[in-house]
């Protein structure tokens, strides 16, 4: 298991990394900002 403290490793960029076209994703967290849902709507396609 990786740890992912969004300081010195960010979600978003191991997410731009492994997710590819025609991927699903599905997130379960305890807190999930609206600038993390926009960091990542600017680098993944939401349908």
């Given at each position: 298991?990786?740890?992912?403290?969004?300081?010195?490793?960010?979600?978003?960029?191991?997410?731009?990394?492994?997710?590819?076209k025609g991927s699903k994703l599905s997130i379960a967290a305890s807190?999930?900002?609206?600038?993390?849902?926009?960091?990542?709507?600017?680098?993944?396609?939401?349908?």
């Amino acid at each position: 298991m990786k740890l992912i403290d969004n300081i010195n490793h960010r979600l978003v960029d191991d997410l731009k990394v492994e997710i590819k076209k025609g991927s699903k994703l599905s997130i379960a967290a305890s807190s999930f900002s609206i600038y993390a849902y926009e960091a990542l709507e600017k680098g993944v396609e939401f349908n």
